[in-house]
DNA sequence: CAGTATCCATAATGATACTG
DNA sequence: CAGTATCATTATGGATACTG
């Protein structure tokens, strides 16, 4: 039952990449600078798998050059519960 | 902050693993079935890396032959939570 | 900026065989 | 049973160049 969420989850950016989104709206680079050590194609291919399974939503915005925005959908949005949930874990457990 | 905590869970088998372990104790080739796919090799290691970061716990049994049984620590209990939350979020989102 | 494409080095995975 | 060792395959990462 827990399958489907895990599949959702699975890759290794996918968690990273939710857990920025929380913070809010975030451009293309603005991740890839924030993740640290992605390159471009995990990256991508990160974000169309999130977009396509509907937590994340893809918005170009048209200034010159273009602006890429990427959030939460409603349905990323309630996933926050689960990053709250992992906070409190972290907060009871670990140093940092 | 969340990122000690997403390191933990960091590397594919992490999450499956404490799924599975929700559920009881569990030995070694059980959750090599369960997993369906794992190799040993990367079970192992992934054990490994749970018990070295105090969520998982290994413990040997002294029949013939031996039998090893891994179960969640407190501080892996208390994990549950986190997966909690993720089969909410499953069952108000996903069908499966 | 936001990608895609390519080449290359390195890490992770999977299958199989083997040991205490 | 619970692993370790080994080898082949695949995925991932990093650098660089290129496009709309």
Same mark, same amino acid.
């Given at each position: 039952? @827990?399958? &489907?969420?895990?599949? @959702?989850?699975?890759?290794?950016? =996918?968690?990273? #990449? +939710?857990?920025?989104?929380?913070?809010?709206?975030? %451009?293309?680079? /603005?991740?890839?600078?924030?993740?640290?050590? #992605?390159?471009?194609?995990?990256?991508?291919?990160?974000?169309?798998? +999130?977009? =396509?399974?509907? @937590? @994340? !939503? %893809? !918005? #170009?915005?048209?200034?010159?050059?273009?602006?890429?925005?990427?959030?939460?959908?409603?349905? &990323? !949005?309630?996933? %926050?519960? #689960?990053?709250?949930?992992?906070? %409190?874990?972290?907060? /009871?457990?670990? /140093?940092?």
């Amino acid at each position: 039952m @827990i399958d &489907g969420v895990l599949k @959702i989850l699975s890759g290794k950016w =996918s968690l990273p #990449v +939710l857990a920025e989104l929380v913070h809010g709206k975030k %451009r293309f680079n /603005q991740l890839k600078r924030s993740l640290g050590n #992605v390159n471009a194609k995990a990256l991508s291919d990160t974000l169309k798998h +999130l977009e =396509s399974h509907g @937590i @994340i !939503q %893809r !918005q #170009v915005v048209f200034t010159v050059p273009v602006t890429v925005e990427y959030s939460l959908t409603e349905k &990323g !949005q309630s996933f %926050r519960a #689960v990053f709250h949930e992992m906070g %409190r874990w972290g907060e /009871q457990w670990n /140093q940092e």
